[in-house]
């Protein structure tokens, strides 16, 4: 059975810091493993990783995937408030439509 | 931009009661899917629709079942609704086997069942 893990649950920081949020994933025929923010309503798409070793970046937000070691990690720097959410990550395969979601991070940005 | 809607952001039933939510894509995708989001669970996928008329079970479509008459439409039915149903429904789409695999999410509908 597919399965995508992230850690931790939970995490509250400060405005300011730094964080890293971790997604590693069993899955056969691996494609893609995505990252999704979701704030009170719909999961928004952040990354798309396909390639080891290979960031991603959007600002104060980034990502990479290591294919042989099966996880990938969210960095976000300087963080505000606005970072508040649950951050999902998902893994695709070939051959079938469905993604594989994680149960989420949620975190939290104290100011 | 790709836009998604879901008939409702709220939703109050009764046991027994049967439920439609629907969704609706705006950009021509192939690929439609409900999930139910619970605490603890993350999102796990019900149904899912490759094309008009035709459906994918997901992980957990026990007490569902879906329509997809258009392309644009994809209904998620609770045919008796039980309070185990109670959750918060998303609906997404995606373009065809070639595009890109990002999904693309509603709003969602938190459904109470009492």
């Known amino acids: 059975e597919d399965k995508v893990v992230q850690s931790p649950l939970s995490l509250v920081v400060h405005e300011g810091d730094t964080v890293t949020l971790n997604c590693s994933y069993e899955v056969t025929n691996f494609r893609s493993l995505l990252w999704y923010k979701q704030e009170k309503k719909a999961p928004t798409f952040l990354f798309m990783l396909t390639s080891s070793g290979i960031e991603k970046k959007s600002g104060r937000l980034s990502s990479i995937l290591d294919k042989k070691e099966l996880f990938s990690i969210l960095n976000i720097t300087a963080t505000q408030t606005g970072d508040s959410a649950v951050y999902l990550c998902?893994?695709?395969?070939?051959?079938?439509?469905?993604?594989?979601f994680g149960t989420g991070t949620r975190l939290t940005i104290i100011p | 931009d790709v836009k998604v809607t879901q008939s409702s952001r709220y939703l109050v039933k009764r046991t027994g009661e049967k439920v439609f939510l629907e969704c609706v894509q705006d950009m021509d995708h192939e690929n439609m899917f409900w999930y139910r989001q619970d605490p603890g669970l993350g999102l796990r996928l019900i149904y899912f629709?490759?094309?008009?008329?035709?459906?994918e079970k997901g992980d957990i479509p026990e007490g569902y079942s879906v329509s997809r008459e258009k392309k644009e439409r994809f209904s998620l039915i609770l045919e008796s609704a039980s309070t185990n149903q109670t959750s918060m429904y998303l609906c997404a789409s995606r373009g065809g086997a070639t595009a890109s695999e990002t999904q693309y999410f509603g709003p969602g509908t938190r459904l109470l069942v009492l």
């Open positions: 629709s490759y094309d008009v008329k035709m459906k």
């Open positions: 998902a893994s695709s395969i070939f051959g079938n439509e469905k993604l594989t």
